[in-house]
């Protein structure tokens, strides 16, 4: 058989080690020339701009997870790591998609689960690739799968419990339409059986509506937690408390009457993930917050609400095509001391504050370095404060990825101080 790998990133590279173990010899296909030197030497390659239109003779075509199957033209299979684990692995699989809260939804039931003496393997969007550790899964394991709606886009089959967090536009930078990206993450429940499990925000209409899908068991949140679980959790916002809420309803899906004090300690195990809201430091008296995950309006919006101090918020970065009227809301009817817009897509998110009416004082707005920015952000502070870097935007202008830019960010909080 032969087999092409579409896209030589991380996922891609893992890609070509599983299937070469396998006993293939898969060809890497990628539009960038410069990945020449990088290769494995005894790697056959296909490279550059129009690569992915000249794979007819493939029998399979492994697309990587941000290459939509449109781009490939191939007579040939198109398949995925995700396919090709669920297609493969031996144990239960919990699948969390949304369009923020993935990461931090699934570190919460791993940790739940990991108190109740699960072996539990967290996988996919978070940075580690399913197939590598595939080998290590038993069947008597629990997978946790953080899914992306490129992940999604063409999975053939459904997690045994699917998590269907907060939806809003996204990405919309590669998917052609809202609808195709909300078409993507339907992938979730849409093969989903009886004895399967949906766990679905019920506040958001995209949510209900993927849950909808499923025939099975629905299980709507948030729901009331008790004080001990609520006092267990160590990363600030009340979309935080929804998260735990997520997880609580999804670890009870599998065991049922796990107690609160198990809950309780694997939510306190966690304290969160590099750039989502994670605290910096404290500097002569102003708190500062790296969000650099934050690359939808939705997620600037949960940070502003996490805090009742005053604030500084920096946004902007790459556009994805988002809508920033309700941010702008938030921001009018928010304890805001100034707004600090830079990046690509500043003028876009400038016409939006605008539009909302709020005093041009509050907004400072230009082509700054990222040192500038927290110069800037310290220099206007006053001891309560908190500064908040939640882009509301890729990082895609300035950086190879958030956390890249979440680095810079923290160096140049750290500096001088």
Known sequence: MRIAIAGYGVEGRDNYRYWKNL?????????????????????????????????EHFDLVVRTAGLASREIFTKGKIWSATNEFFAKCPAKIIGITGTKGKGTTSSFITEILKSSGKKVHLVGNIGVPALSVLDD??????????????QLWDLERSPDVAVVLMIEPDHLDVHSDFDEYVAAKSNITKHQGKDDVVVYYSKNEYSNK?????QGKKVSYPVELSKEIISAIKIPGTHNIENASAAVCTVRAIIPDLEDEIIAEGLGNFTGLPHRLKFVAEIDGVKFYDDSISTTAGSAIAAIKSFDSPKILILGGHDKGADYSDLAKEIKKSNMRKVVISGANRSKIYHSLSEAEIDKDLVLEGDLAMSDVVDLAKDI??????VIFSPAAASFDRYRNYSERGEDFVKNVLKNS
Do not use: Q, T, W
Request: glycine share 6%; proline share 9%; charged share 30%.
């Open 210 to 214: 993927i849950a909808e899908e499923s």
């Open 23 to 55: 006993g293939f010899n898969p060809v890497i296909v990628d539009i960038n020339r410069e990945l020449e030197k990088d290769l494995p030497s005894d790697a056959e390659y296909i490279l550059g701009p129009n690569c992915f239109k000249a794979l």
């Open 381 to 386: 502070a006053k001891p309560g404060d908190v």
């Open 137 to 150: 899964i038993n069947p008597e394991d629990i997978v946790v799968y953080e899914m992306s709606s490129f």
